[in-house]
């Protein structure tokens, strides 16, 4: 499985809201309601965001939400802030039980 | 406090091994399935295997498949990465990570900090 194609770099102001696309294909984002996001601040251990497509963890941010149509989940970041700024992963759950990530996008505030 | 500490990484010629250990704590490490992660400089994240809770179910990426073997002793409660016949491409930070649903859907809600993997050529 290729990895899932994200925008290399999004950016916005403080205050609005972004939406990141992770585009897969029919053998895994469009197939399983099994995509997550991950925040990754270099040097530091990645944090799950969104899991199920659209489910948080605890603890995690309303401003964050997911959805998904077709080959295509997002993440919208509502209300940007300045910690926002990291680097943003999607993963899907694949047709050959493995997993793949996105390939990332740096998210500037 | 919930945590994973992985070790092992190091500086190893093209061709070597190197096993890298993920040690657990604060949670109940036997019953969550595991996963290695990696990333290579530059570059974005890399899963490269899972292991069920029991250890009867192990997948593997494509790049990794006959050369690494994941491995987990929950007695111990620690989790494994064999790497053999390393190749420059495999130099990455590796990370250790939790999936915490139960259903083997890669949702990783800890990890640890990563220990790094050189391989020269």
């Known amino acids: 499985h290729s990895a899932l194609t994200q925008p290399a770099s999004v950016s916005g102001s403080p205050g609005q809201s972004i939406t990141i696309s992770c585009t897969g294909t029919s053998s895994d984002v469009g197939d399983y309601n099994f995509v997550s996001w991950y925040q990754h601040h270099p040097g530091k251990a990645p944090k799950l965001l969104i899991y199920d497509v659209s489910y948080r963890p605890s603890g995690v941010s309303n401003r964050f939400s997911g959805s998904k149509s077709g080959n295509t989940a997002s993440l919208t970041i509502s209300g940007l802030q300045a910690e926002d700024e990291a680097d943003y992963y999607c993963s899907s759950y694949t047709s050959s039980t493995t997993a793949v990530f996105g390939t990332g996008t740096r998210v500037t505030v | 406090e919930v945590q994973l500490v992985e070790s092992g990484g190091g500086l190893v010629q093209s061709g070597g091994s190197l096993r890298l250990s993920c040690a657990a704590s604060?949670?109940?490490?036997?019953?969550?399935?595991m996963n290695w992660i990696r990333q290579a400089p530059g570059k974005g994240l890399e899963w490269v295997s899972y292991v069920s809770h029991s250890g009867r179910a192990i997948y593997y990426a494509d790049s990794v498949r006959g050369r690494f073997t994941i491995s987990r002793d929950n007695a111990k409660n620690s989790l494994y990465l064999q790497m053999n016949s390393l190749r420059a491409e495999d130099t990455a930070i590796y990370f250790c990570a939790r999936d915490f649903t139960g259903r083997g859907v890669y949702a990783f809600d800890i990890w640890g900090q990563g220990t790094v993997v050189t391989v020269s050529s």
């Open positions: 604060g949670f109940t490490f036997g019953t969550y399935e």
